[in-house]
């Protein structure tokens, strides 16, 4: 008798969101299979990878990422055009760190402004990433998104605080697309999903940032809760988790003790940079295991080995 | 587990407006219960037109374009004794949303409704009835296994029928309600899906009472396994409570929002 491969059907599917525009735009989602299952159905547009630079110049980072940047890192669009000839990533990460009240608290109008240079400087799709200070994020979303209309950027990210003026001006008003940020937990993920497609918000303007952790750092809730929105996406066919997902991973792990410790402090760990890089990659790798459908990394050696890891899988 | 599937009863054609619509070849009244149905949360809808003897068949093909064409494929259930509308019916239904569902076949004068099911690829309700009301929970398993059997033999795959255990008016038959929810009990077990007839168990209690006896039975029969009502969806109680106890089945994930979706 031959062999008949039994096939996994699910009846729900990921939406399929467009980010950026012109030549270089990419989709996230649009699979209707768990990640790499693809005799099974379509995996959709696979993970994407992007690359993280900030407004400010990153004092906080490795000696060796300064120095792969050098004087460019002095500004993001230098920056961000060097990212994309020399590395190119599917998007880049524009933080606005230097927008916290906590530290430079710069103003919502020097940051819109530094983000519409980075647009024109380069052709690949943007995620602009806040303080996470919520009602800083609320104006610097509302500014930043008024000043990039016609880019399709990403807001990362509005929360149950903020989400409604950042949902309305963001993709309401500006045809952008909004980030849904929950704290690890299914729930909580899908009751904003909800309030936000009660503003009628339609979910392919969506992706889900349901948290994120470093490996080792209670991860395996982060990877747990991925895996368990993409069932229920899937299997259960419920439309209000059927969004794509953005995981932040170097958010965390360079601030974790294994990224960020000094070889001076720990010689015993070896080369500091080496750690971060491994550390960004596992995590990277667990959560598009688990579903994510795009990452943020620190370092173009992660974002490289990530890319051949998915090109060896797919 | 899937969710629960909600079959909006409304175009019924014991409703004199939609008898008249019908007679009529008159859309508005058709296309409004169908809105409200499905705006209170419908899945299927059930297309009720009697027993059509005499036009059935451009009856029925006439309201499953109306419907189909207005709400986006919507999937029906398609509800007479009249064999030849309900081919005439799935000759132009649009199955993107889902296969029609015959509504429906029984263990006796109606079994060959499960030929016309699986002549064109159709779910079916199946009633565990032959003639009359069976007497108890043996009957009923008796029919359903004997409709099963029948199925299987021509070729149905048993995820596509809904077996109807037969629910029976409380005011007058109050003993056999717990026969009602042994039976999907045992129907569950064999793996099977179930349908259930709920607005006949309130029939002639008081108004203010209907939701209640509808709602609870629901819940129990839910807890049963049941699978699939055919039910006034603009009822909120009873919506609320197939929505409640979905979620408590974890056939849908809780959201502090989710008796409003």
């Given at each position: 008798m031959a062999f008949k491969t039994s096939v996994q059907k699910y009846s729900g599917n990921v939406c399929n969101l467009e980010l950026g525009t012109g030549e270089k735009k990419i989709s996230l989602g649009g699979q209707n299979v768990i990640p790499f299952y693809s005799f099974d159905g379509d995996t959709g547009s696979g993970a994407k990878i992007g690359l993280e630079i900030l407004d400010?110049?990153?004092?906080?980072?490795v000696d060796e990422l300064k120095n792969l940047y050098g004087s460019a890192a002095n500004n993001a669009a230098e920056w961000a055009r060097l990212v994309e000839e020399k590395y190119s990533p599917d998007f880049i990460c524009l933080r606005l760190v230097g927008a916290d009240p906590n530290g430079l608290n710069k103003s919502v109008e020097e940051c819109a402004a530094l983000a519409i240079e980075v647009a024109k400087a380069v052709k690949l799709p943007l995620v602009i990433a806040g303080t996470q200070n919520h009602e800083k994020d609320l104006k610097l979303f509302e500014k930043v998104a008024e000043v990039l209309e016609g880019y399709n950027v990403l807001l990362l990210a509005a929360v149950e605080e903020n989400y409604k003026t950042i949902a309305a001006a963001g993709v309401t008003a500006y045809k952008h697309k909004v980030a849904a940020e929950s704290s690890v937990d299914i729930n909580l993920a899908k009751q904003l999903n909800i309030l936000i497609n009660q503003l009628e918000v339609k979910s392919e303007n969506i992706v889900m940032h349901v948290g994120s952790a470093a490996v080792g750092y209670g991860f395996e809730y982060v990877a747990s809760t991925i895996d368990r929105i993409r069932l229920a996406a899937l299997g259960q066919n419920d439309k209000t988790l059927q969004m794509p997902i953005i995981t932040p991973v170097s958010f965390d792990t360079w601030n974790v003790k294994e990224g960020a410790s000094t070889i001076e402090d720990t010689p015993e760990w070896g080369d500091q940079t080496e750690r971060g890089i491994a550390m960004e990659i596992s995590t990277a790798v667990g959560v598009i295991a688990a579903g994510s459908d795009a990452v943020i990394l620190r370092h173009p050696r992660s974002a490289q080995t990530i890319r051949a890891f998915l090109g060896k899988l797919i | 587990m899937e969710r629960f599937l909600v079959i909006g009863e409304r175009i019924h054609c014991i409703s004199p407006v939609i008898r008249q619509a019908i007679a009529d070849r008159n859309s508005a009244p058709i296309l409004q219960r169908a809105k409200e149905q499905l705006d209170a949360g419908a899945v299927y809808l059930d297309l009720n037109i009697g027993p059509a003897e005499r036009d059935g068949e451009e009856v029925m093909a006439w309201a499953v374009r109306l419907l189909q064409e207005n709400f986006d494929n919507v999937p029906l259930c398609l509800d007479t004794a009249n064999k030849k509308a309900i081919e005439s019916g799935i000759k132009v239904y649009n199955r993107s949303k889902g296969k029609p569902i015959i509504n429906s076949a029984d263990a006796g004068p109606r079994l060959g409704l499960l030929e016309v099911a699986a002549a064109n690829d159709a779910m079916a309700i199946a009633?565990?009835?032959?003639?009359?009301?069976?007497?108890g929970v043996e009957e009923r398993i008796m029919y359903c296994t004997e409709m099963l059997e029948k199925a299987m033999t021509l070729g149905i795959d048993p995820m596509d029928l809904l077996f109807d255990p037969l629910f029976l008016v409380i005011k007058g038959m109050q003993d056999k309600a717990q026969e009602v929810l042994e039976t999907i009990r045992q129907i569950t077990e064999m793996g099977l899906r179930s349908n259930a007839g709920l607005s006949n168990v309130s029939n002639g209690a008081p108004k203010h009472v209907r939701p209640i006896i509808d709602a609870t039975y629901c819940a129990m029969a839910m807890q049963c396994g049941l699978t699939a009502a055919i039910v006034n969806p603009c009822d909120p109680r009873l919506m609320e409570t197939i929505k409640t106890c979905d979620m408590i089945k974890g056939n849908m994930l809780y959201a502090d929002s989710y008796l409003e979706l």
């Open positions: 400010i110049y990153p004092d906080n980072w | 009633l565990c009835a032959k003639e009359g009301i069976p007497t």
